[in-house]
């Protein structure tokens, strides 16, 4: 039985985007002993005008933390009112099965970082569906419905149910008003046994690791190859590549510009970085 992950985060929060290699490489090493589901925790109800600028610099400071690419942007071009309805649309997308919230996650994340997309609205949000290869028709009803809302409502109360293992570590963010909740990515891993065992924000990979063993996973994957990782991921960010593949800087660009020089790959320009998919 797969140890049960469950991974607090939001659509548009930039630390988690700054752990998506991190999150790329844990997949890799524990496989299919690791069962994700995504708890929504909502960043903002409301944003106002007053926090753009602030979310412009921060963005900018996780791109050159992380080195993900980042277009903050959108925060001076077609600001997002809040990121409750994104956080919707993955619940809606999890009707469709694990896989299908996975792949709207990920498209709502490149959507707002990356393509300064304004994903606050249901036509949006459709479109995003159809192009994550959900179905459009059964995703716009679930959208809709009081079911999402309340899935939506019982991740918000989750998020906002911190535990003593949070507040322990300093682990807490009253960001933009809201009550108290966890920091943005955290996770809980349970096995057979039921116990939580934490990992909280985007620092330390290997506190990610032991929280994974503590609760029964065992890792057995190692590096892929560049192409292998992206028929398994899809479209990966070049700190993704690196991290999955186990590529150095100076290798891991010469490979990618190799496959690119021999339409293998596609490469996608982004304000700070590169979006890499097969061709």
């Known amino acids: 039985m797969p140890v049960q992950v469950r991974y607090y985060t939001d659509p548009a929060c930039s630390s988690s985007w700054a752990f998506e290699p991190s999150l790329r490489r844990l997949t890799v090493e524990f496989g299919a002993d690791l069962s994700f589901t995504y708890v929504m925790g909502g960043l903002a109800r409301d944003y106002d005008a007053a926090a753009h600028g602030w979310l412009?610099?921060?963005?900018?400071?996780?791109?050159?933390?992380?080195?993900?690419?980042?277009?903050?942007?959108?925060?001076?071009?077609?600001?997002?009112?809040?990121?409750?309805?994104?956080?919707?649309?993955?619940?809606?997308?999890?009707?469709?099965?694990?896989?299908?919230?996975?792949?709207m996650l990920r498209a709502l994340r490149e959507g707002l970082l990356c393509r300064r997309r304004k994903l606050d609205a249901t036509e949006a949000l459709v479109e995003e569906a159809r192009g994550a290869g959900l179905d459009a028709s059964r995703y716009r009803v679930d959208l809709g419905s009081h079911a999402t809302v309340e899935a939506f409502g019982a991740d918000l109360d989750e998020a906002r149910n911190v535990p003593q293992e949070a507040h322990a570590a300093g682990q807490v963010s009253d960001a933009w008003g809201s009550r108290p909740r966890l920091v943005f990515p955290s996770a809980s891993f349970?096995?057979?046994?039921?116990v939580r065992h934490w990992a909280f924000g985007a620092s330390d990979l290997s506190a990610w690791?032991?929280?994974?063993?503590?609760?029964?996973?065992?890792?057995?994957?190692?590096?892929?190859?560049?192409?292998?990782?992206l028929r398994?991921?899809?479209?990966?960010?070049?700190?993704?590549?690196?991290?999955?593949?186990?590529?150095?800087?100076?290798?891991?660009?010469?490979?990618?510009?190799?496959?690119?020089?021999?339409w293998r790959l596609k490469p996608t320009r982004v304000l700070t970085g590169w979006l890499w998919e097969l061709a």
Do not use: N
Request: with cysteine; net charge neutral; aromatic share 4%.
């Open 56 to 103: 412009l610099r921060h963005w900018l400071e996780r791109a050159g933390s992380s080195t993900m690419p980042i277009d903050p942007r959108l925060w001076t071009e077609a600001p997002i009112a809040s990121t409750y309805p994104a956080c919707m649309g993955v619940k809606a997308a999890a009707e469709q099965g694990p896989a299908a919230a996975e792949r």
């Open 190 to 194: 349970a096995g057979a046994d039921g």
């Open 209 to 229: 690791r032991r929280a994974a063993e503590a609760a029964g996973a065992t890792a057995s994957g190692g590096d892929l190859g560049v192409e292998e990782a």
């Open 232 to 262: 398994r991921f899809g479209r990966l960010a070049t700190a993704e590549v690196r991290a999955v593949c186990g590529l150095p800087g100076p290798r891991l660009h010469a490979e990618l510009w190799r496959l690119a020089a021999e």
